[in-house]
């Protein structure tokens, strides 16, 4: 019976050379980045960028121009929003449009949980979501404005109806299509583990489909901003009070002109603040850290 062979080492094969080398003499090489790429790579220097560009060619147009009625610069309104804001003529007005924001907001977006829980867990839900949806998505809210004032009166009730109509359509139909394009696979592990009704929305389907749900809640929240501001401009002026769509109006029949494009910057101002801080934090501690983002 022959032995077994012995595996071959260093020492059997002298051709072979081998040195033994510290992992300290190993380094990882490394290039400083240049200004242009460290401005490049920053999501927020590069939006500050645009932003520059956009105010410098506003700047530039309205000098040009040279008619204060019509375009007033950027520096003009700029002067205009920060002596609305220190005179205090400004902020309590947005603070008006805000809360009645977030009290239709809010409703649209229970009103759409409930709506898209009944869908997911019936039949007879989804076909009641899914017709509805096809009648009142292409229906404009501020269109509803007028029946609002008919019903409810020169009430915050108004607004909070066509806010409601403008949110809960679009959080209702991207939820529920995020839901649907839930893989089967995590259908089956949550009723494997006894998931039911709510429990199941819950835990399996509202974590799968959170990117269609935010995106859901970002184009409720764009809808009812414009439509709160469009139906102020409305409703300020039957009620001779009311928010920041009011303080646009208002001005305008004063030719304030600056003092016009300072409410709208004002409102441009909010749009980026929410969709730059709020939600952009709620993307970076849910979809981003749970690797659902690709960029």
Do not use: C
Not at 100 to 112: D, F, N, P, R, T
Not at 224 to 250: D, M, Y
Request: glycine share 6%.
């Amino acid at each position: 019976m022959r032995a077994p062979e012995r595996p071959a080492t260093l020492a059997d094969r002298p051709e072979r050379l081998a040195a033994t080398v510290d992992a300290s003499d190993f380094a990882i090489a490394t290039k400083p980045l240049s200004t242009w790429e460290t401005v490049a790579n920053n999501t927020v220097l590069r939006k500050v960028a645009i932003l520059v560009v956009l105010a410098l060619i506003w700047e530039i147009y309205a000098r040009h121009l040279n008619n204060q009625l019509l375009v007033p610069t950027f520096s003009a309104t700029v002067q205009a929003f920060v002596t609305a804001v220190i005179s205090g003529e400004l902020l309590p007005k947005v603070w008006v449009s805000v809360k009645v924001l977030l009290v239709g907001y809010a409703s649209g977006i229970a009103i759409a949980a409930a709506l898209t829980t009944f869908a997911t867990t019936t039949r007879i839900g989804s076909d009641l979501l899914e017709t509805l949806t096809a009648m009142f998505i292409p229906l404009p809210a501020i269109a509803l404005l007028p029946l609002a004032l008919i019903w409810f009166g020169l009430t915050p009730l108004s607004l909070s109806f066509v806010l409601i109509h403008s949110v809960l359509w679009p959080v209702a139909l991207n939820t529920h299509s995020g839901f649907v394009s839930v893989s089967l696979t995590l259908r089956m592990v949550g009723k494997n583990y006894g998931l039911r009704g709510l429990r199941y929305v819950a835990q399996i389907l509202i974590p799968a489909a959170f990117p269609s749900i935010l995106t859901g809640l970002k184009i409720g929240w764009a809808f009812a901003w414009r439509t709160l501001i469009a139906a102020e401009l409305i409703f300020g002026a039957q009620s001779g009070s009311g928010g920041l769509g009011w303080f646009i109006v208002n001005n305008k029949n004063i030719l304030d002109i600056p003092n016009v494009f300072a409410g709208l910057l004002t409102v441009i101002i909010i749009g980026l603040l929410v969709e730059n801080v709020i939600f952009r934090s709620i993307e970076t501690r849910t979809i981003r850290r749970w690797g659902m983002a690709t960029s």
